[in-house]
């Protein structure tokens, strides 16, 4: 079993930078790929962001790419979603996820095992 918990949102004008953090609970951490995860009001949840259970490998929806950067510290248990050129259009609630059992790197929400509560990102123009 595993718990995860985002902090690091807030409000931030248009350009602005912010880093999201998902901290975990229990001990294989190690073992789970994790992913981001964002939902805008009126919107379905879509994908933003995975890494490997080693760090190794990255995905990125396009629509983030170049501005966006995950990354993660198996012995903190910590996974990072650094945001960089915030957009209005990035406004929504961001949520970590994990798929256990070194499994590999997707983009399908169906695939993960476990979820945060979320933490709301705002980006005004």
């Known amino acids: 079993q595993v718990q995860l918990a985002e902090s690091g949102g807030g409000l931030v004008q248009a350009g602005g930078s912010l880093r999201l953090s998902c901290a975990a609970s229990g001990r294989t951490f190690s073992s789970y790929a994790m992913g981001w995860f964002r939902q805008a009001p009126g919107k379905g949840r879509e994908f933003v962001a995975a890494?490997?259970?080693?760090?190794?490998?990255?995905v990125y929806v396009d629509s983030v790419k170049g501005r966006f950067t995950i990354s993660r510290d198996n012995a903190k248990k910590v996974v990072y979603l650094q945001m960089n050129s915030l957009k209005p259009e990035d406004t929504a609630v961001y949520c970590c996820a994990a798929r256990g059992g070194f499994g590999a790197v997707t983009m399908a929400s169906s695939s993960y095992d476990y979820w945060g509560q979320g933490t709301q990102v705002t980006v005004s123009s």
């Open positions: 890494i490997s259970w080693g760090g190794g490998s990255t």
